[in-house]
């Protein structure tokens, strides 16, 4: 079987009359920037993904020999909503690179292994997340999984190359080269997105679905016609951006009250070590102890303008009497322990849990980020909306939140839309760069890649020229 370099030498005399003109086209293009980003690119693998579909999480790859233990105090790996893996059945050819979106919050990381105990053919893309502080513990599994590489994918030790987007595909990008020793190739965050969420979109079925109450989950179709649509990545911060083509996206808008945000402030206010935790103590939580209704305000709904008594007035509204009510409560029972000694009132309670401030916080986030989503649907004159980002963790309460709120204030227009591996768009766009062309049934990606990963790797051959 030809490894990857390979294909490299079989490209490169049909490659070279192209990169010949072109590097002369390109020569006055060349900054000392674009050097120094540029490394030279091995071959391609093309991944047939034909026939892809998303793994039943009961037979799901178990995380690699050490991974496991990786994750032992909860903060590497999450306890539920394991991601499932995609089975690549008719993929056969040799994949020597693993990729990785390292972010604010989570590093993701995307690996192919083969069928090594089955007699099917074919294998399948896995996923893994980490906390970023843990970034030695991914370093090792990285390791680990380069040492693996000729049981999980057919290549040779030395030839794996990781795909690395996210900040910290720069911030890290000596320390994962020097301990792994292998080459680590940075991509553009925005630009991985993308291309993941397209490959998600046109090529796995059962992966993107609508949510309601009453239908909580309904899978649509992988699509060919999917532009333009909005996606909202809801990561440590909130990134939206527009898409009108596989190349063609812009950022139109966020905001810096994202998941870091619910991650962080919920840390403060509640004894939850996790976010697991966090979500699970929402999800039994009851955010009218805490939220400031209409119906707090009015008693009723306020019919006239279409607020229910239900509906939130201020998030958070009804803290501050509740805790002045405490703290008053306290301050008496203070008094009375003085005048009679002994005499015990026991605790003051607040009228609200950790579970009913979590789920308001969590309904803040979400509301906010879903109105935003809807006025840039507005502005942009999109009604298509793909939400992303590890935030989401297929929790119902923030997708019932974005999908409502999106429906209502748009008059049943918009649709929301979310998948299952929302948080791994980045991770797997990184991985299919290194495909450039026909990789997938609709050859999502075909089109000018080659010629730039060309341009790319004769720029970085030049001497610098200023
Ligand atoms: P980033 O690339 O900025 O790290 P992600 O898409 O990975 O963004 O999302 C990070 C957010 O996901 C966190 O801020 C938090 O709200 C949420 N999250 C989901 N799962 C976890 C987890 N196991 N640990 C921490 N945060 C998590």
Not at 1 to 29: F, K, V
Request: hydrophobic share 35%; charged share 25%; proline share 3%.
């Amino acid at each position: 079987m030809a490894s990857a370099a390979d294909i490299q030498q079989e490209q490169l005399p049909a490659a070279r009359a192209e990169a010949e003109s072109l590097r002369e086209r390109s020569r006055t293009m060349t900054s000392t920037e674009e050097i120094n980003n540029t490394i030279f690119r091995p071959g391609s693998v093309k991944i047939n993904v034909k026939g892809a579909f998303i793994v039943d999480p009961d037979t799901s790859t178990p995380a690699v020999g050490a991974a496991s233990n990786l994750h032992g105090n909860g903060r590497g790996s999450p306890t539920h909503h394991e991601t499932s893996d995609i089975r690549l059945p008719n993929h056969t050819a040799v994949v020597s690179h693993i990729a990785v979106d390292i972010g604010g919050s989570l590093i993701k990381l995307v690996y192919f292994s083969r069928e090594v105990h089955s007699t099917d053919s074919g294998g399948r893309l896995n996923f893994q997340i980490f906390e970023t502080d843990r970034i030695d513990d991914c370093v090792e599994f990285m390791k680990h999984l380069r040492d693996k590489q000729l049981e999980l994918n057919g290549s040779k030790p030395g030839e794996l190359c990781v795909m690395a987007t996210g900040g910290g595909a720069y911030k890290f990008y000596d320390k994962i080269r020097d301990a792994l020793g292998v080459d680590v190739l940075r991509e553009d965050e925005m630009e991985c997105l993308i291309i993941g969420l397209d490959f998600f979109i046109t090529e796995i079925p059962r992966e993107v679905f609508t949510y309601s109450e009453t239908d909580p989950m309904h899978f649509v179709s992988p699509r060919e016609r999917i532009y333009p649509y909005l996606l909202v990545n809801i990561g440590s911060g909130v990134s939206i951006l527009k898409v009108d083509g596989p190349r063609s996206y812009q950022r139109v808008g966020g905001t810096s009250l994202g998941g870091g945000t619910l991650w962080g402030l919920l840390s403060l206010l509640t004894g939850a070590r996790n976010f697991d935790d966090m979500l699970e103590q929402a999800g039994h939580g009851d955010n009218a102890n805490v939220d400031m209704l209409v119906g707090d305000i009015y008693g009723t709904d306020y019919g006239k303008i279409g607020l229910k008594s239900t509906t939130i007035a201020s998030s958070f509204g009804k803290v501050f009497r509740e805790k002045t009510m405490a703290d008053a409560a306290a301050d008496a029972a203070a008094e009375a322990e003085k005048r009679s000694p002994g005499h015990d009132a026991g605790p003051v309670k607040l009228g609200f849990t950790e579970s009913d401030i979590s789920r308001s916080l969590l309904y803040a986030v979400s509301n906010n980020i879903g109105q935003i989503a809807y006025l840039q649907s507005q502005i942009h004159n999109v009604s298509d909306i793909y939400f992303g980002g590890s935030f989401i963790r297929g929790h119902r309460q923030t997708m019932n939140t974005l999908s409502y709120g999106l429906k209502f204030w748009s008059k049943g227009q918009k649709q929301a839309y979310f998948l299952r591996h929302e948080g791994y768009l980045g991770a797997v766009g990184a991985f299919l760069k290194r495909q450039p062309k026909n990789w997938g049934r609709r050859n999502s990606l075909e089109g000018m890649e080659e010629i730039l990963e060309l341009r790319k790797s004769f720029k970085a051959k030049e001497p610098a020229a200023s």
